[in-house]
């Protein structure tokens, strides 16, 4: 009996060894086997989000995600603003996904397999090695899964809710999966004690959170004139009135929703399909499961499908296929729960032939990969190769601050080099001037 426990033992250290290996390989293939220089929505992430505690909270521009530029705000504290440093917090909600994994009991033949779902996902890769909070979103919905998945007596009720306002408050095109979630949890909740729940954990952090972000970025679209603590507090008394519907304005109707399209159910598809075909096919069968489990103890999940679709309609715009990223684990943790008690899958789960060949099949995606030849020409074109190059050039000749008739991209990516190269420190007053400038 021992000899047979000390060869688990081994055979599940062996692979859980591997997995780590294949973590650094892929972060090694993401970050350090070609040159990615600093894209454009990089560094509006870094200067103007990740820089300073003023502007963590300000929405001027859908990209800014706070509780996820928060982390970037700390470790530029702690490290300063090295780029790949600011690449390894998305690298490392990626791996926190394995961790929500490991906590639900799967085993390891599970976990490959979800590394190589995550690889037939060329946009999840993407933005793996991309400042942005995609992958943090990600993270926060399978977590949110974990948690409804284990909700007995709704004893989650409270943690579910107060990670959906992260959510929605993070990334308003969240709500896609955030409002399903909460007319599921709604349904099959007890209905007095979830609206007290919901009015504490949920409405009232997102009314008080986005009422600060309303201010902040009111007061940025008008372009005040100076960040001194006095002069914001005598700027916001004389113009709080347009302060608030500008701000109100730029948050919940910012041209790119406002614009957008109305909903075309096939031009949705084929948009969905066209950009990510894996993560199109995975949605799908997940719609499908879904279907088929509607009368089972599985039924929650099956209703936030069908809530989840129905909020397509209900917003009635055509989304970015790319939101579609922060789902797609939430998708794959539905299709594990869905099938994880059919008999072929428990054959493959515990067959530890199988892991060999899932570690092969994962080690050559690995050495496949390669960063800029997954990357979209729209992503391509927003990875400043030129400007980078015209930036290093002027700056190691003399670092100081020049404006040639940049454009605003290239004065970002200037400054964004002129902190690194010259080992400055960001000053957010001389950024804005150089910036406007």
Known sequence: MN?????????????????????????????FEEFIPVSGDELSSILVYSSNI????????????????????????????????????????????FWVLNRMKYKNNILLIFFILIFFSS??????????????????FILIFYFIKNNENEIYNKSILFLLFIQIYNHLVNLYLVLPIILSLFIFSKKKKFIKDFLIYYLLPTIIFYSIS????????????????????????DNFQKILLE???????????????????????????????SMFILFSICILLSFFNFKNDKKIFSLII????????????NPHPRIFTGFYCFYIFLIFDFLGEK????????????????????????????????????????????????????????????????S??????YYFNYINLCNKKFNLNEFLNYYRS
């Not at 069908?306 to 715009?317: C, P, Q, R, V, W």
Request: charged share 15%.
């Open 3 to 31: 000899k047979i426990l000390k060869k688990i033992n081994l055979y599940n250290l062996i692979t859980s060894l591997s997995i780590i290996i294949l973590f650094l390989f892929f972060f090694y293939k993401l970050n």
């Open 54 to 97: 003023k502007t963590i909270f300000l929405k001027n521009f859908p990209g800014n995600e706070p509780f996820f530029h928060f982390f970037g705000y700390l470790k530029t504290l702690i490290i300063g603003y090295d780029l790949i440093s600011y690449r390894a917090i998305p690298f490392i909600f990626f791996v926190l996904h």
């Open 123 to 140: 946009n999840f890769k993407y933005y793996t090695g991309h400042y942005t909070g995609y992958i943090f979103s990600s993270f926060i």
């Open 214 to 237: 309303i201010v902040l970025t009111g007061i940025s679209v008008l372009k005040i004139p100076s960040t001194n603590f006095n002069f914001v507090i005598l700027f916001v008394i």
């Open 247 to 277: 701000g109100f304005d730029r948050i919940f109707f910012y041209e790119a929703y406002s614009s957008a399209e109305k909903l075309n159910i096939f031009q949705m598809i084929e948009d969905f399909f066209n950009l990510n075909t």
């Open 306 to 317: 069908f809530f989840h679709i129905l909020t397509f309609f209900l917003i009635n715009k």
């Open 343 to 406: 008999k072929i899958i428990l054959n493959i789960v515990n067959n530890k032939t199988y892991s060999l060949i899932l570690l092969i099949i994962i080690l050559i995606q690995l050495t496949n990969f390669n960063y800029l030849k997954n990357t979209t020409p729209s992503q391509y074109y927003d990875l400043n190769f030129a400007q980078n190059e015209i930036s290093t050039n002027y700056l190691k000749k003399d670092c100081k601050l020049i404006n040639n008739s940049f």
């Open 408 to 413: 605003e991209i290239q004065k970002r990516n």
